[in-house]
Structure formats: structure tokens, C-alpha cells
């Protein structure tokens, strides 16, 4: 008899873990008391004990096909994280919170796809995500639930889509570089005719830039350089000295010994 009392009092004695809560229901009614972690004592026969799981819960709400606000078919995925925050409402108030959480969060990812625009699933879903979290989070109140926080995952497009948007960045990319290349054409008019201004104002500094422009095309070996020389430029080399002239040839030919120069004047 007294194994019997034993083994009958040995299965009214449950573990319930650090993270779980237990709902003991005596004779199909609850129990006010929720029973927290430790052992916990209930009658074998008169009670039956429930346990609840009080840890974040990682849910992934399966791919949803719907048609934005600017008629674009896309499919977008998310996942939702929840705990439950009040174990006696979440066992009572709805047969099966976990069931119950995955449709109402595909029901509400399909509206958020048809109120939104494609540009808004595409880059700016911080916003999507947190109106999302509030239309899963007021069904989910009356069951007890906390939605912790919903992230859109992934949006995929169709085939022709990716390529209408691969044409159109390209297309801007391309319209960038010629607005870029046209600015610097554009400066570098103005700084030519600065230099033309300051040419024209000081006669000595083109026959000089003349001089600098044979040096820099003599240094090239095996060119043949044709040369149109200005009346001007040898009126100024006649004003030079005897010597002048020597050194100034003699430099010209040490820069480009390997040049073929015919002058024409």
C-alpha cells in the first residue's frame, strides 16, 4: 500500500525548467496560481499540468506573392520573433498561438505588399517592418503575445523586372559620365582661354611655349616633326647673341638627336 501512496504521489510531481511557466487545470478549470520554474505538486488524477514556453520564438513567415501599389508582382519572405508574455491568455484565448501567430503574420505581410510602392520593399523597409510589427502585434495582444520584432527578408522580381532596372541604372550611370566629362571639357575651355589671354598679352611666352613644345616632341625617338616657324620667332633669335644662338642650337640637338625636323617658313 505505501509503494502504491509512493509511486501515486510520484506522479504528481513535475519539473518545470528555468524558461517555461506551468498552468495546472483542475478538472478542466485553471488554477489562478502559474507555477514558476522548480518542482511543482499537483494532485495525479484531479489535475493536469500545462507547460508554456516563455523564450523568443524565430518564426519565418513563408514567401507571399502579391502586387504592389505601382502594379509590380513581387514575392516577399520575413521572419517574426515573439515570446509569450502571459501563459494562462495564450493557452485559453487561442487554440494554438504558434498556428494563429504564422497566418495572421502572412495575412498582414500580403497588405503591407499591396500598400506599399517597389521602391519602398526595396530600400526602405526599416519603415515597412515596424508597421508590419503593429498590425501582427494588436491580434497578438489578446492572446498574450509580445512581437518582439518583424524583418522583411527578401523581395524577389521577375526576370523582366531585373532587367528593366539593370537598363535604367546603366542608363544613369552612362548619363553621369557625360555630365562629368562635359564639366571637365567645360573647365578646361576656360583654363586654354585664361592661357590664350596671357599669351596674347606677353608675345615672348608663345615663342617659348613654341621652344618647349619641339623639346617635348624631339624626345620622342624616330619621328619626323613638320614645323611651321613663325617670322616672328626668328626676328627673336636674330636679336640674340652670337653665342645664344650656339648654345640654343646646340640644346636642340643633344634633346632630339634621333629627330628628323624640317622647318618650313
Known amino acids: 500500500m505505501l509503494i502504491v501512496l509512493a509511486l501515486w504521489l510520484a506522479t504528481g510531481v513535475r519539473i518545470v525548467k528555468q ?19 522548480g518542482l511543482v505538486l499537483f494532485a495525479p488524477v484531479l489535475d493536469r499540468l500545462r507547460k508554456v514556453n516563455m523564450q523568443i520564438v524565430t518564426m519565418p513567415v513563408p514567401a507571399q506573392e502579391g502586387i504592389t501599389r505601382d502594379n509590380v508582382t513581387v514575392r516577399v519572405d520575413a521572419v517574426v520573433y515573439f515570446n509569450v508574455l502571459d501563459p494562462a491568455r495564450a493557452i485559453i484565448n487561442v487554440q494554438d498561438y504558434l498556428f494563429a501567430i504564422e497566418q495572421v503574420a502572412q495575412t498582414s505581410l500580403r497588405s503591407i505588399i499591396g500598400k506599399s510602392e517597389l521602391d519602398d520593399l526595396l530600400s526602405n523597409r526599416d519603415k515597412l517592418n515596424q508597421g508590419l510589427e503593429v498590425m501582427i502585434d494588436n491580434p497578438a495582444l489578446g492572446w498574450g503575445i509580445h512581437i518582439d520584432r518583424v524583418e ?10 531585373k532587367r528593366s532596372m539593370s537598363r535604367q541604372a546603366e542608363a544613369e550611370r552612362e548619363r553621369r559620365a557625360r555630365v562629368i566629362s562635359a564639366d571637365g571639357e567645360l573647365q578646361a575651355s576656360e583654363k586654354l582661354a585664361q592661357a590664350a589671354h596671357a599669351m596674347a598679352d606677353t608675345p615672348g611666352a608663345l615663342q617659348l611655349r613654341l ?16 614645323l611651321p616657324f613663325p617670322v616672328e620667332l626668328l626676328r627673336f633669335v636674330e636679336k640674340l647673341p652670337a653665342g645664344e644662338v650656339g648654345r640654343l642650337r646646340d640644346t636642340l640637338a643633344r634633346q632630339a638627336p634621333a629627330t628628323e625636323t624640317t622647318v618650313a617658313h
Do not use: C, Q, W
Open 19 to 37: 524558461y517555461e511557466r506551468g498552468l495546472v487545470f483542475r478538472f478542466g478549470r485553471l488554477r489562478s496560481a502559474v507555477r514558476g520554474p
Open 152 to 161: 522583411i527578408k527578401d523581395v524577389a522580381l521577375p526576370e523582366t523586372m
Open 211 to 226: 621652344l618647349e613644345t619641339v623639346v617635348e616632341v624631339a624626345a620622342e625617338k624616330n619621328s619626323t616633326l613638320v
